[in-house]
């Protein structure tokens, strides 16, 4: 058998239906896509292959699905930090956007997102901001994965002045990466209480038609429910369902305030639920039952929300605070498992956006998105089962090797695409023009 690439590490993880651990195997690539999957004893004689890598004490994952964030908010990390959150938004988040969300700052902001995000394992992310165009460039750009979000709020922004505006704007987003290797879109409206029902109708008539998910905000905290209750004598969750929204295009964002039946009635729609656990935990939010949901069927997914609000975009991070909240929300040791955990990271973040044929598991024909990570650090050592030292012990700095579709976008912890020298000096100048205008 011929191959382009072919990777001896010792472990591969698949995040498989038989949620298997390889000791010994090697995977081939061809064409950016997974050849095959063997041991290494068998690959070193059978295969022939333009490039071999050893990676002695590395494990192989899956790349890692990013399934919400906010990326140019980047720029705003640490700007106005332990507040409760909507007096964060109101007072601090949106008059900075107001001010400096335009087209550069998003530029700006999405790469340094990108350049972190691909350092730490990240090869896709699901994303909601203001010009969605410059993120979903930025991103190919960097030979990233990416959902630009089709943006949509009642009132008007720098970006658009209505919601047919946003609209309009989004289809054309829509329209332009229709067919791209790399980027898929997604409507984006930002939360029952930033959306009027006519929009909300808007959006559930395209989503049907052009078969793309629906990202929104959904049941973050007490006061959006208290809120909804008051001005719409429902719950979010239930007026979307009436809306018709509930189905499988949503993909509702932190669900820290969901009751026994609302569970039920996700599980039923085959809705999809992305938990933002550091996030939650800085903003007092409350906590996501993700395994109450995940024993009921539903597809729970993980995302680290934006910088400015958690404050990092380190699915590494997300994972073990996943997995431990998710034992305490439970109050049981066994409730949430590595694999699990590693599972929300990946294939169910795939799902979660509609691109489980192509990634989120390292299974032969799919698109060969793969991370290494070095165990041998004293941090993970010894290693008795590799997927629980990725998830508990392992950090972000042992993230060395990063391929999309094949290509080798972290080599040896180092990006190929990107210029962080660049990159950094353009974040310190903005850094310095939103200081000053405190």
């Known amino acids: 058998m011929q191959a382009e690439l072919l990777l001896h590490p010792q472990w591969i993880v698949p995040v498989d239906a038989a949620a298997s651990i390889l000791t010994d195997h090697s995977l081939a690539v061809t064409g950016g896509r997974i050849r095959a999957l063997l041991p290494t004893a068998?690959?070193?004689?059978?295969?022939?292959?333009?490039?071999?890598?050893?990676?002695?004490?590395?494990?192989?994952?899956?790349?890692?699905?990013?399934?919400h964030t906010h990326s140019p908010m980047v720029l705003l990390r640490g700007l106005a930090d332990d507040l409760p959150?909507?007096?964060?938004?109101?007072?601090?988040?949106?008059?900075?956007?107001?001010?400096?969300?335009?087209p550069e700052f998003v530029r700006a902001g999405t790469r340094l997102a990108a350049l972190e995000m691909l350092k730490s394992g990240t090869i896709c992310f699901n994303d909601m901001y203001f010009f969605a165009e410059v993120t979903a460039k930025a991103a190919a750009d960097a030979g990233m994965r990416a959902v630009a979000g089709m943006i949509l709020v009642d009132f008007p922004t720098r970006f658009a002045e209505t919601p047919e505006e946003y609209l309009r704007k989004g289809l054309v987003l829509h329209d332009r990466y229709r067919d791209h290797a790399?980027?898929?879109?997604?409507?984006?409206?930002?939360?029952?209480?930033?959306?009027?029902?006519?929009?909300?109708?808007?959006?559930?008539?395209?989503?049907?038609?052009?078969?793309?998910?629906?990202?929104?905000?959904?049941?973050?905290?007490?006061?959006?429910?208290?809120q909804s209750l008051r001005d719409h004598g429902e719950r979010p969750l239930a007026r979307l369902e009436r809306l018709g929204l509930l189905g499988p295009n949503l993909v509702a964002v932190h669900m820290t305030q969901i009751e026994a039946a609302e569970i039920a009635a996700v599980a039923r729609a085959n809705a999809h639920v992305v938990h933002c656990p550091e996030s939650n935990l800085k903003l007092a939010a409350g906590f996501c039952p993700a395994a109450r949901l995940l024993a009921a069927g539903v597809n729970v997914a993980l995302g680290t929300d934006g910088a400015a609000s958690n404050n990092d975009l380190d699915m590494m991070g997300e994972l073990r605070t996943a997995a431990l909240l998710g034992k305490g929300v439970a109050d049981s040791p066994a409730a949430l498992p590595a694999y699990t955990a590693l599972r929300m990271a990946t294939l169910n973040?795939?799902?979660?956006?509609?691109?489980?044929?192509?990634?989120?598991?390292?299974?032969?024909?799919?698109s060969a998105d793969m991370v290494a990570l070095d165990l041998r650090d004293p941090d993970t050592q010894p290693v008795y089962n590799p997927v629980s030292q990725v998830v508990?012990?392992?950090?972000?700095?042992?993230?060395?090797?990063?391929?999309?579709?094949?290509?080798?976008?972290?080599?040896?912890?180092?990006?190929t695409t990107l210029d962080p020298a660049a990159i950094l000096d353009e974040a310190r100048a903005w850094g310095a023009r939103i200081a000053a205008s405190q």
């Open 42 to 67: 068998e690959a070193r004689t059978d295969i022939q292959a333009a490039q071999q890598i050893e990676l002695p004490g590395h494990v192989l994952i899956p790349g890692l699905i990013n399934a």
């Open 85 to 102: 959150l909507m007096t964060w938004l109101n007072q601090h988040i949106w008059p900075a956007e107001q001010r400096w969300a335009e």
């Open 182 to 226: 790399l980027i898929r879109t997604a409507f984006a409206p930002h939360a029952p209480y930033s959306v009027s029902d006519g929009p909300f109708e808007r959006i559930r008539t395209l989503s049907n038609e052009l078969d793309v998910p629906v990202h929104i905000h959904l049941h973050e905290t007490h006061d959006e429910v208290v």
């Open 349 to 366: 973040g795939a799902r979660a956006l509609g691109i489980d044929a192509e990634t989120g598991s390292l299974e032969t024909g799919k």
């Open 392 to 415: 508990y012990a392992a950090g972000r700095d042992q993230v060395q090797q990063v391929w999309v579709a094949g290509r080798h976008l972290i080599r040896d912890g180092e990006p």
